[in-house]
């Protein structure tokens, strides 16, 4: 294991350990180093690592503190590495997409209140095949993160959010425009709002997967 590494996993370590809890402060460089058998140079390193990936944060003149922690905060380097794919790798989140909202879409369907159906319903009352692709791309993602929302598990609210890339969402929405195919896409969005609304678990996960399918399908035919 690179010395850099063991850094991280032992900092890792005190974290998991309860050693370190969120928001607490790290001990002096110095003083940390020495109890963890490393450089001060590798104890940079390591920082500076998990600084990147939101797990600590370096305050210029003050110290390094242990971040909240929160699901949605350490997930923000995701969403960035999925802005940045633009090739075929695409595929793969979309299959990771498929595999995991229909399961938060069964999940809401059992939670969901009536506001949030109210919300759903609202997301959908200006949009036509006049609307903006900016627009098209505005609504698809509060839809779908309304959904997630319900189902009301921050850990997977989190995940499919990383994965929740406006760059590729404004890609399919330029497609569908031009393939005539919102009104197709947004009566799906309908459908869904409906099973959410009956409580039915299994349709809203099955109108969900056929729903990513579908847009899985028109982006491989596109690549």
């Known amino acids: 294991m690179a010395v850099t590494d063991e850094a991280i996993t032992k900092i890792k370590d ?16 110095k003083e940390l180093s020495e109890k963890l058998g490393l450089s001060r140079s590798s104890l940079r390193e390591a920082v500076k690592a998990l600084e990147i990936i939101r797990v600590l944060d370096v305050r210029r003149g003050d110290g390094t503190y242990v971040t909240s922690l929160e699901p949605k905060l350490l997930t923000e380097a995701m969403t960035f590495i999925v802005d940045l794919h633009q090739d075929e790798s695409i ?22 209140t009536p506001e949030q159906i109210a919300s759903l319903r609202a997301t959908m009352e200006t949009i036509d095949d006049a609307t903006s692709v900016e627009a098209l791309v505005e609504h698809d993602l509060i839809f779908h993160q309304l959904i997630t929302s319900a189902a009301d598990n921050s850990y997977l609210a989190s995940v499919l959010d990383a994965l929740s890339s406006s760059t590729v969402r404004a890609r399919i929405w330029r497609g ?25 678990a299994d349709l809203a996960k099955s109108l969900l997967t056929v729903h990513i399918s579908a847009v899985e399908y028109w982006l491989r035919q596109a690549l």
């Not at 005190?14 to 460089?29: K, V």
């Open 14 to 29: 005190m974290i998991i350990s309860g050693e370190l809890c969120a928001g607490d402060r790290l001990p002096p460089e």
């Open 91 to 112: 595929l793969d989140i979309f299959e990771v997409r498929r595999i995991l909202e229909p399961a938060a879409a069964a999940i809401a369907a059992t939670r969901i």
């Open 176 to 200: 569908l425009t031009q393939e005539k195919a919102v009104d197709r896409t947004l009566a799906e969005h309908t459908a869904i709002i409906e099973a959410l609304e009956r409580g039915d």
